[in-house]
């Protein structure tokens, strides 16, 4: 059983910040492939479906992002899934807006729910990191991830969503590469080529 969490904010305030990009994409998952309808457990929402053969919980922590951690701990530790069947949807300040990467392990690099998880955890789960960009400075940080997407942000925010949901069979099956390179082209579909002259008739 593989274990999908994206993180965010509750709250309908939150609902479009840029820090609640995990739980847009996330949505965009259950959404595209039938999950059922959420239910409230764990100290977050939570719901199952079968992504790539295999089954696949799907969790919102509802904790607030500063322990996001405890809802994942209580998830795992139920259902017995280990941190490198775990993957963490989540919005990441040192990628370029609309980028999309994927590494197992690492650091939180300040990440409030990041850090949450690796106490609970270890860091030796999936991140799946989702870039938002960066407002410039350090001081900024926390009122720009704690704002809404703007107007022109979002049209390319769904298109993101869309393509990391249609993408994540190959995540699941532990395809990273094929997973980042389907959303890449998804998002950055190749020109269409010219139609070749045909020859010229006797």
């Known amino acids: 059983m593989r274990l999908l969490v994206g993180l965010g904010n509750p709250g309908s305030r939150h609902e479009r910040n840029r820090h609640n990009i995990g739980f847009m994409a996330v949505d965009a998952i259950v959404r595209r492939h039938s999950f059922p309808p959420w239910r409230d457990r764990f100290k977050g929402e939570i719901t199952e479906g079968t992504l790539a053969g295999r089954k696949v919980l799907a969790l919102k922590p509802m904790t607030y992002m500063n322990i996001s951690g405890e809802a994942v701990l209580a998830v795992a530790s139920y259902y017995k899934i280990p941190p490198q069947e775990i993957a963490v949807i ?3 300040l040192d990628l370029a807006p609309g980028k999309v990467r994927v590494k197992r392990g690492g650091g939180s690099a300040g990440h409030n729910g990041l850090r949450s998880i690796d106490a609970r955890l270890g860091n030796d789960f999936w991140r799946v990191r989702l870039g938002i960009g960066h407002p410039g400075a350090k001081e900024l940080v926390h009122a ?3 704002q809404n997407f703007t107007a022109e942000e979002l049209a390319w925010v769904g298109p993101l969503c869309d393509a990391v949901a249609e993408a994540a069979p190959l995540l699941v099956a532990d395809d990273t590469n094929g997973f980042m390179n ?12 010219p139609p070749r002259d045909r020859p010229a008739g006797p």
């Open 144 to 146: 720009y991830v704690l």
């Open 182 to 193: 389907k959303v890449a082209l998804i998002l950055n579909p190749p020109a269409p080529k």
């Open 90 to 92: 989540h919005d990441e």
